[in-house]
């Protein structure tokens, strides 16, 4: 069998390929045969803009059965799949273009002179527009192509997708998932999650995250399945459809509004098998009370975007709450201290990780790469984590300082680069509190220039024109001065302390 992902993907669809694979919101559905259909017309379509094996295919397009159509007419063809939070701005547009020469940059419809003119600065060959209609100009040129039914051929360690995460310098690096990466961790969720083709999955994650594509799509893909696609998470919409639905993925978010809701009941739920959790801690708390209302106990795994799934909690067996559980098979955990040494059970240090699901490094960053690996071929995830005697996992905290909102990883210095640019800030020091909602929400304080009395909701405003909502602090206070050690630097830990209740429910 090939090692093309796709190709894996193919000969695991039903063998009836009118079976309905996806249902959008509307109530419109997609077979297996509309989607494989669709696949290779998209295929011919970027192979006539001169998409060949290796070349990037950018795109930062809202969600729809198209978005996961053109993910697949990526792999089909070779090439590396691109894609791009949808609220990424401009000036963070044109880094990853001009990071990762993608041949081709596909775009929303409304977005289109703006798109085409970051793309001619970054010298990108062609800018094509998908919307959510099967609009754009993607499909006005698949409608009249012929579907390319041949899979290039790659190989195990060939790039299928490149993502980027946030940097502790402010700039992003490209994570390189290979076809090997992806697949191997799509069958091991598969097994590990007990999943079979008669499976409904609820789908309301974005489709440029770890989590809602290369976890949820891929399982469905590889379980032959029907996913049930939702643009985003609607609580009302979501307990509508639940009964006729046996699986949902979702980050913590999800489920602390399905309990605040009150139609959400233990019969609204009763026909569901699985709930996982993932993309940010699930408090102990949350777990607990949704068992009491459903009965369901969530299954939490642990995961990121170099490396896909590394934990979860068991399918059959004990879901610990606050643990993400053991490794998944043929997956090896171990904690370190910032030397590398292994450190005992129950002791809290790095979490390493080493197995298939492991990505090939950073793009075109091969000293950032060499310094991510032990010489062993363990990637220093930077999460604190103890590992007990039995070999379940839980995060303690994180280092270098990232913070997890709503799912998405923000790093305090690209906020307090844009912040510190401004006159009137003469310090600032970004970092996470916790919320009810989004796991942790970004916040700031501020020393004011002198003879400055900067106005923090204007500054909350003018970040948004540079950053995506998700990094945009939700709260920024002014400092006469910033909390410090002796050796001059910020104590954050004091800060986190002090605002500790800022966002309690």
């Not at 249902?23 to 192979?47: H, K, M, N, P």
């Amino acid at each position: 069998m090939s090692d093309n992902l796709y190709s894996q993907f193919i000969t695991r669809f039903p063998t009836d390929r009118s079976r309905v694979f996806l249902i959008e919101q509307d109530g419109t559905e997609l077979s297996f045969a509309g989607l494989i259909d669709r696949v290779g017309r998209y295929a011919t379509v970027l192979a006539d803009q001169g998409v060949v094996k290796g070349d990037r295919v950018a795109a930062q397009i809202d969600k729809s059965s198209d978005v996961i159509a053109l993910y697949l007419a990526c792999l089909q063809l070779g090439a590396i799949h691109l894609p791009l939070n949808t609220a990424y701005t401009g000036d963070e547009i044109a880094y990853f273009l001009g990071d990762a020469a993608p041949r081709v940059f596909v775009c929303q419809p409304a977005h289109l002179a703006t798109a085409t003119e970051i793309a001619g600065r970054c010298k990108v060959d062609a800018v094509l527009t998908l919307g959510t209609r099967h609009d754009g100009s993607l499909n006005d040129l698949a409608a009249k192509a012929a579907a390319r039914k041949d899979i290039v051929d790659v190989s195990r360690d060939d790039i299928a997708a490149i993502l980027y995460t946030s940097g502790t310098t402010g700039r992003s690096k490209g994570a390189m998932l290979t076809h090997g990466n992806l697949a191997s961790n799509a069958l091991t969720l598969h097994q590990a999650w007990g999943f079979k083709p008669g499976d409904v999955l609820l789908h309301a994650l974005p489709l440029f995250h770890t989590h809602g594509l290369f976890v949820a799509v891929n399982i469905m893909l590889v379980n032959g399945g029907t996913v049930v696609l939702l643009s985003k998470f609607d609580a009302d919409d979501i307990i509508a459809r639940m009964p006729t639905a046996t699986v949902m993925m979702g980050v913590p978010t999800f489920y602390t509004r399905l309990l605040a809701h009150p139609g959400f009941t233990r019969e609204v739920a009763a026909n569901m098998r699985l709930f996982v959790s993932g993309s940010a801690p699930l408090l102990a708390e949350t777990h607990d009370q949704f068992f009491d209302r459903t009965g369901h106990k969530i299954l939490e795994r642990y995961g990121m975007t170099e490396t896909c799934m590394n934990t979860s909690n068991p399918l059959d067996g004990e879901r610990r709450p606050g643990a993400v559980g053991p490794t998944l098979p043929g997956i090896e955990a171990r904690v370190c201290d910032k030397d590398g040494n292994i450190l005992p059970a129950g002791e809290i240090g790095v979490l390493e990780v080493r197995g298939p699901n492991v990505f090939k490094g950073y793009w075109q960053m091969p000293e950032k790469t060499a310094s991510e690996f032990r010489t062993d071929g363990f990637f220093i995830t930077g999460d604190l984590a103890t590992i007990g005697e039995d070999g379940y996992i839980t995060i303690v905290g994180r280092d270098k300082d990232l913070i997890i909102s709503g799912g998405f990883n923000v790093y305090p210095k690209e906020v307090e680069e844009i912040i510190g640019d401004y006159d009137e800030v003469e310090e600032v020091a970004v970092f996470g509190l916790p919320h009810p909602d989004f796991g942790e929400a970004v916040a700031a304080v501020i020393v004011p220039a002198k003879g400055s009395t900067p106005d923090v909701e204007a500054i909350i405003k003018r970040t948004q024109d540079k950053l995506a909502k998700f990094k945009v602090p939700k709260r920024i206070w002014t400092l006469k001065e910033l909390p410090r050690n002796t050796m001059g630097k910020v104590q954050k830990a004091e800060l986190r302390k002090n605002y500790a209740n800022t966002f309690s429910s």
